[in-house]
């Protein structure tokens, strides 16, 4: 069975400043990983995906993610966060073949503060 | 436009009802999903739908019944609501057997049980 865990349910950091959410898997199988963001009272939005090839994976607003098989993690960092980054981010991971359901981390809040 | 739509977005009934959350996606997907999250924003599987045809059932009670009238559409029906039946739902949908698997998300109803 997989898992996720996210090591951080709350993450506090100044506007500007850098900031790194923890993701680890578990998995006996090759995975699928993703990050989602929950933006206050919506739903989810994909952030980035890592499916295969290049361990480095970005957004288009400035957030990227490693895939580190070796310590299971996936790790999303942004060098220099805005308030509108504040939001529930979700790590999630899913098997690449079959139904692909989506087993999430426990969700880490990310607030910015001015 | 929209992705993947959800009915009603909030919804507020009584212990021992009966209710239905409808889910709706334009995206010519072939598989959708339901996902439960609680009051601690955890994100779970449900349900999900393959061609009409229920390809992931997690263990769920069975008050829950999830229909698929056509690949487009997936309906939850929810009988004898409970309070600890309160949470938040999310339809989802993605392209399982293609490339990217990405999964989109509905914008969630919230459903409180009295």
């Known amino acids: 069975a997989q898992s996720v865990t996210q090591l951080d349910s709350q993450v506090p950091v100044f506007e500007e400043a850098p900031v790194e959410l923890r993701c680890n898997y578990s998995s006996s199988v090759s995975v699928y990983l993703f990050w989602y963001v929950q933006y206050p009272n919506q739903g989810l939005q994909l952030l980035l995906k890592?499916?295969?090839?290049?361990?480095l994976v970005e957004s288009i607003n400035g957030f990227e993610a490693e895939f580190n098989k070796s310590q299971t993690s996936f790790h999303l960092r942004k060098p220099s966060v805005h308030i509108s980054d504040t939001a529930e981010y979700f790590c999630a991971v899913s098997d690449p073949v079959g139904a692909q359901k989506l087993v999430f981390g426990q969700g880490t809040r990310l607030t910015i503060n001015p | 436009d929209t992705a993947v739509s959800q009915t009603p977005k909030y919804l507020v009934t009584q212990m021992g009802n009966d209710k239905s959350i409808k889910c709706e996606q334009n995206l010519g997907h072939d598989t959708m999903y339901w996902y439960k999250q609680d009051s601690k924003k955890f994100l779970k599987i449900m349900f999900s739908y393959n061609n009409k045809e229920l390809i992931i059932n997690e263990t769920v009670p069975n008050r829950f019944s999830p229909k698929s009238p056509d690949k487009a559409h997936l309906n939850l029906h929810i009988n004898s609501l409970e309070l600890g039946d309160s949470a938040v739902y999310f339809c989802?949908?993605?392209?399982?057997?293609?490339?990217?698997?990405?999964?989109?998300f509905g914008p969630g109803t919230r459903l409180t049980v009295t």
């Open positions: 989802a949908s993605s392209q399982v057997w293609s490339s990217g698997t990405e999964q989109y």
């Open positions: 890592y499916l295969s090839g290049s361990t």
